[in-house]
């Protein structure tokens, strides 16, 4: 009962997020847009998280919890509803980096407010359903983008009207979000220190779980699929991490949490190595894809049980800062990657990027393991 309202909280946070996955590159290519200036506008939402990285710890310290989650609701609201108005390159910039700096302090939150709750024995499992909450509300955002369309503004004031009424649980269970003490600044480099193989999973994995439904919607439309199918792959994908991601994280619990982690990669790094050759064929394209969300939510959600055990009470918020940070990292480093590929060596650039970033997670924990 505890985490029922941050596990609808955080679906609903994402809701938008996965809207944005299709309304946004797709406007930007309506605008007359190249990928490497959409990759550019995108990952300013990625790089707002590593700016405002390390004055997390005061805003949530200051601030509180609720107040945060409700004044980063409303600041994601206007945001949109000037982008529903707006065509400008620099309007577009400034909005998805204060859209993504508040999504940031709002996950940061709801992250630090579940992994403080004492769950003993069943941390993966619940863990897992809050990672299955990001992926639900994500794989759900490309099916009211398909319900709205993507054109004028209606998708826009859809995607206000979501976000405005994810303030509600937060109202609703205000009196009851705990107090936390958390440092002025957080000890960023102390976290990555104690945990550097799953903070670097992380990192690894923000280069898929961004960078992936980032552009598949574009990467289908490349391949010749319509609009509709192309946003269809997000879900499929976003689908995968709610189901298998949730199952790999309660497996977790029981087996070594890193052993499970280079598992995951590796079955990544196979899909990315077919996925160029299952676009052509549409239900191969969707399996492989939701096999693929199942590994990286099971990445996820595995690496931050792992966090929430190994950091004390007053270490926390310095922890997911961290472990968010590394992911955000690397979705900065993979939207920009991958959109310069794309332009350079077409559609299959995306592959590229994500299948060399899984080798180099992969041969890295490989040498970690040797090493211990």
Known sequence: ????????????????????????????????????????????????????????SAIIARVGIGRALILSTLIRGLCLYILSYSSHYAVWLICVFFFGMNTNIMLISLQTWINTIPLKSNKGLVIGIFSSALSLGTATGPVIANLTGTTGRLPFLVDLAIVLLTALPFILMYRWIPSIEAPPRPRILYAIRMAKTFMFSSFVGGITFYGLPAFLTLYGMMNNLSIERSA?????????????????????????????????????????????????????????????????????????????????????????????????????????????????????????????????????????????
Do not use: H
């Open 1 to 56: 009962m505890k985490t029922a309202p941050i596990i609808l909280g955080t679906a609903m946070v994402q809701l938008a997020v996965g809207i944005n996955a299709v309304l946004f590159p797709v406007t930007l290519q309506n605008l007359g847009y190249n990928k490497t200036l959409i990759g550019t506008c995108l990952s300013l939402d990625i790089v707002a998280v590593v700016i405002i990285s390390r004055y997390l």
């Open 232 to 372: 269809f792959l997000i879900s499929m994908f976003m689908l995968g991490s709610i189901t298998i991601g949730f199952l790999i994280a309660s497996v977790s619990d029981r087996v070594n949490r890193l052993s499970v982690i280079v598992s995951c990669v590796f079955i990544g790094l196979m899909a990315a190595i077919y996925l160029p050759l299952a676009i052509y064929s549409y239900p191969q394209a969707l399996v492989l894809l939701f096999i693929w969300g199942g590994v990286s939510g099971g990445i996820y959600a595995t690496g931050l049980a792992k966090i929430g055990e190994i950091f004390r009470l007053e270490d926390q918020v310095s922890a997911n800062v961290a472990y968010s940070l590394m992911d955000c990292l690397g979705g900065v480093a993979g939207v920009l990657l991958i959109g310069v590929t794309m332009d350079l060596a077409g559609s299959d650039g995306l592959v590229y990027v994500i299948l060399m970033a899984a080798i180099v997670y992969f041969i890295y924990t490989l040498s970690c393991y040797k090493i211990d």
